[in-house]
């Protein structure tokens, strides 16, 4: 059993900063990308950023240079940092990861999604 827990989402102002994090755990063999996803109400879900490695990121275009994703392998996390939050950036956030188990399937996981609001 793969699990992802989130934590990090509230109520920040525009302007303000939040950090995502997400943790792994469970019979994990192999971690392959990692990512945060979002989703507004009454819109797709989209991608925020991903990252392969630490020299391998995709972010969407709003948000580069705002939001900085990194992982920590040894702990099986992967962060988002977002500075300068707009009320366009309020959705909830999801945490998904490409992960091969110790029984040997490789999967797709998702985290249960945190709500960022930004507001004034």
């Known amino acids: 059993q793969v699990q992802l827990v989130e934590s990090g989402g509230g109520l920040v102002q525009p302007g303000g900063s939040l950090r995502l994090s997400c943790v792994a755990s469970?019979?994990?063999?192999?971690?392959?990308?990692m990512g945060w996803y979002r989703q507004a109400p009454g819109k797709q879900r989209e991608l925020v950023a991903r990252?392969?490695?630490?020299?391998?990121?995709n972010y969407l275009a709003s948000v580069r240079g705002r939001f900085t994703i990194s992982r920590d392998n040894t702990k099986n996390m992967v962060d988002l940092q977002m500075n300068s939050l707009k009320p366009e950036d309020a959705a909830v956030y999801y945490c998904?990861?490409?992960?091969?188990?110790?029984?040997?399937?490789?999967?797709?996981?998702w985290g249960q999604g945190p709500q960022v609001t930004v507001s004034s």
């Open positions: 469970g019979s994990i063999l192999s971690i392959y990308e």
């Open positions: 990252i392969f490695s630490q020299f391998n990121t």
């Open positions: 998904d990861a490409e992960i091969r188990s110790s029984f040997g399937v490789r999967g797709l996981y």
